[in-house]
């Protein structure tokens, strides 16, 4: 697969092993679609990682400069997937924060091609035995240290299932491995809360933008009684769930609006003839 | 500061910025101290990443090989503090183990001079409000996703303060930010479980080779009634506590015990006439 990569705004491939990123997970990530050189959720990939600075004390990054560099290294692609990840960079021997500290950006651009029949009929997803711990220092932050998520995406290599789901340590549903939960239930479109775990997704924050969305906890089970089950991600856009365990559902009127929007966006659903080519 | 490095066995210090270390903090480390061209606990350093590698389902690596390199690079220096990371090597986007992982190897050597005045005198430190989430799953292991320590290390700057202790989320003692946690009671010896969170320091292993451990929770207070506190660490070794906010012990007798222990194992103490050359 074609790759084009650069480490702090030049054509490069490596880092320095005693970046704080590869010692200690310490810095965060952004991935983000950009379609025909445009990256419509930029604002909420640039407000999240701009919040994920404060929190983790890393100084803020040149955004406009950031957001160049991903239309540079996506050019000439109609759909892309663009990685972008900030470290707090080289640092000596221990936890202490570099007294002068010099961020590495490394931004990894490939050509995207979604799953059509993802999008139309939904996909089948299955539950995490690994948990993810409460620590809201870092809920919420798209980070470095995935690796929970990790142990979560290792339980299964069966590719029937798109998706993992994961709970909390009180066995509340939150997320996937790497995508958002949302569940209609009525009248009322429900997410989980992500202060005490997860990542605060772009695309979750897209939708809690155009619609009313009520943040509250649910069991496996009360997922189960949900009518409409779908998957947000800023790559993969809005995901309707047709399977979890022996539960079925068909992709519903709130999911089929959601994905409108995205189409709105200009985050067009993928296209399905073109996709068998 | 002189540092060598090597990447999977040949002189280099940089990885890809594809490796999961640097996008995941997938992987573990150990950082051991080199005196006189021995690792004297290098027989618990191998165990731990023996046991790390099979919990996060990382190929093992060579075991004997490493420990030549780990030499190799410290060769002529009488001192030395050598880093061993292991990554899970370079990955494709997402989360799921990669078929045919090859794991990065990377070993930094530092000729390392220890604090003879906090070797014998103790140190101070301070409570961290940083607290550590229990994940059972990673709990022990000495694994890259370190962004709680970071933090935990960054709420202080004041070098009187040699270490920060960390509480798990129910607000008991469990380690410092890079050590282990000890203490005294009448004649109990005491350390926290860290089965829930915190690293299982080698050298709190050793400690709990050579003499009876009670493991036990405790909290802040209950750690002001100990008659003696001592860190561990493998490259620090015994570190007598003399200070934790107005509380102030001097070492006592079992302190010194280990303090001769380690000597014995070819871990001397800080020479205090050569540290003032």
Redesign the interface.
């Known amino acids: 697969?074609t790759?084009r990569?650069s480490?702090d705004f030049r054509d490069?491939?490596?880092?320095?092993?005693?970046?704080?990123?590869?010692?200690?997970?310490?810095g965060l990530?952004e991935?983000v679609r950009v379609v025909a050189g445009r990256v419509p959720l930029w604002p909420r990939h640039r407000a999240r990682l701009g919040e994920g600075c404060q929190r983790?004390?890393l100084p803020a990054p040149a955004m406009d400069a950031i957001h160049d560099e991903v239309l540079r290294l996506s050019a000439g692609w109609d759909d892309a997937?663009v990685?972008v990840?900030l470290?707090?960079g080289v640092g000596?021997?221990?936890?202490?924060?570099p007294q002068h500290p010099r961020p590495t950006l490394?931004v990894?651009a490939?050509p995207l091609t979604l799953d059509a029949q993802a999008a139309e009929q939904g996909v089948a997803v299955r539950l995490c035995d690994?948990?993810m711990?409460?620590?809201p220092?870092?809920a919420g932050l798209k980070?470095?240290?995935?690796?929970?998520?990790?142990?979560?995406?290792?339980e299964w290599?069966d590719p029937a299932f798109a998706e993992g789901l994961m709970c909390d340590?009180d066995g509340h549903v939150v997320c996937a491995?790497?995508a958002n939960l949302f569940a209609v239930f009525g009248d009322e479109l429900v997410t989980p809360p992500v202060d005490q775990?997860g990542v605060a997704g772009v695309a979750r924050a897209e939708v809690m933008a155009v619609q009313p969305v009520a943040v509250r906890r649910m069991s496996p089970s009360q997922l189960g009684d949900a009518d409409e089950v779908f998957l947000t991600s800023a790559v993969r856009g809005i995901l309707p769930v047709r399977a979890l365990d022996a539960r079925t559902w068909r992709p519903g009127p709130v999911t089929r609006a959601l994905q409108a929007h995205w189409s709105s966006l200009g985050l067009p659903l993928p296209n399905r003839a073109k996709d068998r080519d």
């Open positions: 697969m790759t990569v480490v490069g491939v490596v880092v320095s092993a005693a970046d704080r990123g590869f010692t200690y997970g310490d990530f991935t983790l004390r997937v990685r990840t470290s707090r000596e021997r221990g936890y202490a924060l490394v990894s490939s690994t948990r711990a409460a620590q220092l870092l980070h470095l240290n995935r690796l929970e998520q990790v142990l979560a995406r290792a290599t340590s491995t790497a775990c």
